[in-house]
């Protein structure tokens, strides 16, 4: 059975940083597209970063130039280094991946249980 586990979250204040870990474990196949979304109170889940198996990346603009996210493939496990936290960056972060499950022919999405980022002082 394929999971997500996420690490790294907790309460920073601004202007500090974080590093987010999502490791990815079971029987996998094919591991493509890795990404995280964050999804605040009263708002819906949206997209910060993706990475694809080959290192291409995509930002959401409100973090380009302060987040960066990168993949160990040989870990199975992306990262998001999250720098310059603003209070706007408070949310749950949950870990996406987009892979092919061993003896599967079919591509899934599958999502971690999320974990909460608070930025304040």
């Known amino acids: 059975q394929v999971q997500l586990v996420e690490s790294g979250g907790g309460l920073v204040q601004p202007g500090g940083s974080l590093r987010l870990s999502c490791a990815a474990s079971?029987?996998?196949?094919?591991?493509?597209?890795m990404g995280w979304y964050r999804q605040a109170p009263g708002k819906e889940r949206a997209l910060v970063a993706g990475?694809?198996?080959?290192?291409?990346?995509n930002y959401a603009d409100s973090v380009k130039g302060r987040f960066t996210i990168s993949r160990d493939n040989a870990k199975n496990t992306a990262y998001l280094q999250m720098n310059s936290l603003k209070p706007e960056d408070t949310a749950v972060y949950y870990c996406?991946?987009?892979?092919?499950?061993?003896?599967?022919?079919?591509?899934?999405?599958?999502w971690g249980q999320g974990t909460q980022v608070t930025v304040s002082s």
């Open positions: 079971g029987s996998i196949r094919t591991l493509n597209t």
């Open positions: 996406n991946a987009h892979l092919q499950p061993a003896g599967s022919l079919s591509y899934m999405q599958y």
């Open positions: 990475i694809t198996s080959g290192g291409s990346t």
